[in-house]
């Protein structure tokens, strides 16, 4: 996904301080997850990543049939974005790609990394993975367990990007173990930050075109 990839790579370095820190704040914390917007004139490239347990309601790997049966389901919603994440109809958006899984935590690091990071950077975070993995080892031998998230990348196209007005998060409902969304944005404004809840399902766009 040529499109998404560049725009979800221009957000992610518009802050990137930012964006490491919801990460590393939030990994591990059940009920929040993170959506990347970004707005290109009449494109807009979205990508999720969301704990397992917000999804399926649980972070283990699928063990049974049924284990596998939800995270189908939940894949399957997830494929579908514009009934996630409800933009106005006055927009005219359609979705031109969609894609959806469920990862290891430790893939997602892997693979952030091979996207978002410089050499310089990469070398400084091999040295803490290597602590993390240190971390992970000792969490082993006490028992912890592997977190799993689920990552969803989209790219759409509106044919009236002005009446983009708000986004209705309908993904609290398809989701009843969503709580927050830590929503970063990058358009003709700027980058911003926002959370988005689960008792205030809105998203306001207006002034950021």
């Keep these: 996904m040529k499109t998404l990839s560049f725009f ?7 802050s990137p301080v930012m964006a490491e820190e919801t990460r590393h704040v939030d990994a591990h914390e059940h009920g929040v997850g993170q959506l990347d917007i970004a707005f290109d004139g009449t494109e807009i490239a979205i990508e999720l990543h969301a704990p397992g347990a917000d999804i399926v309601g649980f972070e283990y790997a699928a063990k049974g049939s049924e284990d596998r049966a ?12 514009l009934d996630l994440f409800v933009l106005p109809a006055a927009a005219e ?10 990862e290891s935590e430790e893939a997602h690091e892997e693979h952030s990394d091979h996207e978002h990071e410089d050499e310089h950077a990469k070398h400084e975070h091999e040295e803490e993975k290597h602590d993390d993995h ?25 044919a009236k990007p002005s009446a983009l007005s708000e986004i209705n998060f309908a993904y609290f409902e398809a989701f009843p173990n969503a709580l927050e969304l830590e929503v970063q944005v990058l358009s003709d ?21």
């Design 134 to 158: 240190d971390h992970d080892e000792h969490e082993a031998e006490e028992g912890g367990a592997e977190h799993t998230e689920f990552h969803a990348e989209y790219a759409l196209t509106c």
């Design 70 to 81: 939800a995270v189908d389901a939940a894949v399957a919603k997830l494929a579908a974005p």
């Design 93 to 102: 958006c359609s979705v031109v790609q969609a894609s959806a899984e469920l």
């Design 8 to 14: 979800a790579l221009a957000l992610l370095t518009a």
């Design 189 to 209: 404004a700027g980058a911003n930050a926002f959370e988005v809840e689960r008792d205030n399902p809105t998203l306001d766009l207006r002034g950021m075109f």
